[in-house]
């Protein structure tokens, strides 16, 4: 593409000289043009950004799955952890004594006292 490009203004420079071509006639090249080579310009380099980012998250997803392992692991720890602390929170209630159901300092009194 670039050699037919250096042709074509090779041609042009060869015709603007021998005066075959008036190049105040020729005008400015329309927008149109030079819009599309900017848009094709911001496309190639969009492209090249996606890529870059393809590769990044490519490299990345090891990691994310290392992380999510360990979040998952530290949760099941800590639902662990809470049922340990209310088994023992209800077992603590139920092993301490209570006043009237025969604990020290109750009505019913110890067996040590009766004999007396």
């Given at each position: 593409m670039t050699r037919t490009l250096d042709c074509f203004q090779t041609e042009w420079a060869e015709m603007v000289q021998g005066e075959l071509v008036d190049a105040a006639e020729v005008g400015v090249?329309?927008?149109?043009?030079?819009?599309?080579?900017?848009?094709?310009?911001?496309?190639?380099?969009a492209q090249r950004e996606r890529e870059d980012y393809r590769l990044a998250a490519s490299a990345a997803a090891p990691a994310l799955v290392k992380v999510q392992r360990a979040r998952d692991l530290h949760?099941?720890?800590?639902?662990?952890?809470?049922?340990?602390?209310?088994?023992?929170?209800?077992?603590?209630?139920?092993?301490?004594?209570?006043?009237?159901?025969?604990?020290?300092?109750?009505?019913?009194?110890?067996?040590?006292?009766?004999?007396?």
């Open positions: 090249v329309p927008d149109v043009y030079t819009d599309n080579q900017r848009l094709d310009t911001e496309l190639k380099s949760r099941l720890q800590h639902k662990r952890v809470v049922q340990e602390r209310t088994r023992l929170t209800e077992e603590m209630g139920r092993l301490q004594p209570r006043p009237g159901r025969g604990g020290k300092g109750g009505k019913g009194g110890s067996a040590a006292s009766s004999e007396i």
